[in-house]
């Protein structure tokens, strides 16, 4: 069984690495529902679950293999030699049907987000200030952000440091985020603040890749050029996101290689269920249509 397990695996992922090839999302999805079919049979014959647990494996296996799908079309879109097939970074949605499954599928520019390893305590504050959150928690906030990513272990007034994080098993980083994950780790940091943020934030382009406001996050925006959230740009992205300012039908002709880049997928069955996942991905060369996945949700 091991076996097949890996000869499933490489038919399904050994094409997750080069573009343009016809039939590519197709036997990428193919190559994955088949997998997810093999362990719901193999789950159902072995007695470890009913008939209604046996449908819920499959129905999980279905979307799992609707949201490769989604990856694998956005791959083979940005891609594309013709400008007109490709698809763009700046988060619009793109909506597909697999197996009877709409795919909503957004890519993001990473280079569009705010590089959490990179900004200083005064872009530190305006990222929460931007979300408007009262300024005692504010201030809280910076504090412990800037604790968290600073090299020392002496905590600012209203931060923390080793100390603080003892209590909970946990180190202060004490360098740069590994990973957005990293917020919740943070004192003052709640699911409903990190889920604000996370769609925001970046830690991928490091020191390569400046900041591009082109493709951008509304709160990056802000961020970023230090104007806030009331700042014309800002407004004019609001709206180009909200569809009331059309944006460019044919995607600019952007450098992909060496680019991060999020693609986010929702495979939604209505009643049956829903899935989301979201992919880091980054294009090896240029024209060469290799890919990478950098990170998974």
Known sequence: MASRFRDLIQRASGRQRRAGEDGYALLAAVGALALFGWIAFTVTAAGRG??????????????????????????????ARNRADRWSIDARPYQERFDGIRITVRIEDERGKIPLNRIDEAQVRLMFEALGLPED?????????????????????????????????????????????????IKGFDPDLYARLSRSVTVWPGMSGAFEPANADPLAIAVMTRAGMGSPQVIERQRELAGQRPAQSIAPDVELAGRPLTVRVTADHGVEGRM???????FLRRGSGEWGIRYRE
């Open 50 to 79: 009913g008939v209604a647990s046996a449908g819920a494996i499959v129905e999980q296996a279905r979307l799992a293999a609707a949201a490769e799908a989604g990856l694998a079309l956005a791959v083979n879109h940005l891609a």
């Open 137 to 185: 928690r504010v201030a809280a906030l910076t504090d412990a952000f800037i604790d968290w990513r600073d090299d020392d272990d002496m905590a600012r007034p209203l931060g923390a440091e080793a100390e603080w994080y003892g209590a909970a098993g946990v180190r202060p980083r004490n360098g740069d985020l590994r990973s957005i994950d990293e917020l919740m780790q």
């Open 276 to 282: 989301e996942q979201a992919t880091v991905i980054e």
